[in-house]
């Protein structure tokens, strides 16, 4: 890739140097022959426009002296640039063109009829030229008195001058095209050290990412849009890198989630169906014990239904369909409720249950049932996993626009470790214990969820051996019915 991507900055360098010389060398040769035509035609209407070379012409003309007029151009010949190689003069018949003299003696005195001679013929001066042209010339007449004829004073240039310019021109255009080559070639390699690099090495870490390896990172060497790129790309990589954690923590989860769910529905499900085996197989099983049975595979039933029902629950929470029934409440009242309807299971426990209540709590707005749900899980957690004889405080108060609820226990607590899992769905601390007192380890994750969707907070802090203090924070604005 790199030889192919050099090669082909060399051949745009090199393409695009050839391009520029080529209108340069047009533009210059087209100069130059404008220049020259230009500077030529004014150079002869200056010297012609003289009226002592017109008149010494026009008296040697009236004497029919061609050889004096010869002399006479031939001083003059500084000024009008005759050379004898490149320009040269001619004087000639004023009716049929013949040549009578010329400045180049010992060459071929025949020369073409051009427009600027029969212009001059007709009695016209000739003073202007195509710069296009071949050739440049100009013809001036010069009548004789009194007769009719007279003769043409003719003066031509080949251009030989000008086309060996163009071709020093030429030459100059084409070693600075040589040289621009080697230039482009120098130039070419630094550009591809600095652009072609950051693209190999994003090309070798495609590949690694292809091969499952998000480690690899580019190095950012400049600000540029290569920069930015090769940055970009860093950002993106570890996104991927990110995403794919997050997946295969998702993974872990459904797969435990899926084992949990599995265990959770199986316990029951042997339990029913050995006391179900027992009463079916037991003919003689006295009633007392039948009815024993029965009592545990409806409870064992029971526990199926909630699992089911609170399974149910959270994945509405997760599909986004769980909807609320937003209305203004009192946030007092439902704790007064709710402490008197498990105030009897506190009492059978001999715990000391109290209930703490800042003076004229706000109404808040929020689904009355389901924050009702939520304080009845946690004290029901913190009656369950408390000691007999503990002491239990709910307390409440608002603060900053929030109503907050603590419930207290000086319960058996929970290891620092496991504080950070205490939402997880079917996470239990202790989960003997938590089977024992009809735990589905899925309470405090609904609770999570609701306190949540009301645009509130719950936490945890607790002391193993000592108690646990769950606190939920609610907006007593609540949140809007679209959110």
């Known amino acids: 890739m790199s030889r192919s991507l ?176 080697a230039i482009s070639i120098g130039i070419t390699l630094i550009i591809s050290k600095t652009l072609i690099s950051p693209i190999q090495g994003m090309t070798k870490a495609a590949e690694a990412m292809a091969d499952g390896d998000f480690s690899r990172k580019i190095r950012v060497e400049s600000g540029d849009e290569i920069g930015i790129l090769a940055k970009t790309f860093n950002d993106m990589a570890m996104q991927i890198e990110t995403m794919l954690e997050e997946l295969k923590k998702a993974e872990k989860l459904r797969r435990e989630f899926v084992a949990n769910v599995s265990h959770e529905l199986r316990t029951p499900l042997t339990s029913i169906r050995t006391y179900a085996e027992t009463i079916s197989d037991s003919r003689d099983i006295p009633q007392e014990t039948e009815e024993e049975f029965l009592r545990v595979i409806i409870n064992e039933s029971d526990r199926m239904a909630k699992i089911v029902q609170d399974l149910l629950e959270l994945s509405r929470f997760d599909s986004g369909n769980s909807n609320m029934t937003v209305e203004e409440f009192s946030i007092e009242q439902s704790l007064r409720d709710v402490h008197a309807a498990i105030a009897l299971e506190a009492r059978r426990r001999n715990h000391v249950f109290y209930l703490e209540l800042e003076w004229k709590l706000p109404n808040i707005m929020g689904d009355r049932a389901r924050i009702e749900q939520v304080l009845m899980n946690i004290i029901s957690n913190a009656i369950k996993y408390t000691p007999d004889g503990g002491t239990i405080t709910i307390s409440s108060g608002s603060l900053d626009g929030n109503i907050w609820v603590s419930v207290e226990d000086t319960g058996i607590g929970i290891p620092q470790e496991d504080l950070g899992r205490v939402f997880d769905r079917f996470y239990r601390v202790e989960k003997a214990r938590s089977r024992e007192a009809g735990g589905t380890g899925l309470g405090l994750s609904i609770a999570k969820e609701i306190v949540t969707g009301h645009g509130g907070e719950l936490t945890v802090e607790s002391t193993h051996g000592v108690g646990t203090t769950v606190t939920m924070t609610l907006p007593i604005e609540g949140v809007s019915r679209g959110d």
């Open 6 to 181: 050099n090669l082909k900055l060399i051949f745009i360098m090199l393409l695009i140097i050839v391009l520029l010389m080529t209108v340069v060398l047009a533009f210059l040769i087209r100069g130059v022959q404008d220049f020259h035509t230009a500077q030529f035609y004014s150079q002869m209407e200056s010297v012609f426009t003289k009226t002592e070379l017109v008149s010494e012409l026009r008296l040697a003309a009236d004497e029919g002296d061609v050889a004096r007029m010869n002399g006479i151009l031939s001083v003059f010949s500084g000024e009008l640039g005759i050379d004898r190689i490149n320009r040269n003069f001619y004087i000639l018949d004023g009716m049929t063109g013949e040549v009578l003299e010329t400045s180049e003696p010992d060459k071929n005195t025949r020369i073409n009829i051009t427009l600027n001679i029969l212009q001059a013929i007709r009695g016209e001066n000739a003073l202007k030229g195509n710069s296009r042209a071949e050739y440049m010339d100009v013809a001036i007449p010069i009548a004789r008195s009194g007769e009719n004829g007279g003769f043409v004073v003719y003066i031509i240039d080949n251009k030989q001058t000008v086309q060996s310019l163009n071709d020093e021109i030429f030459s100059l255009i084409l070693e600075a095209v040589i040289i621009g080559f």
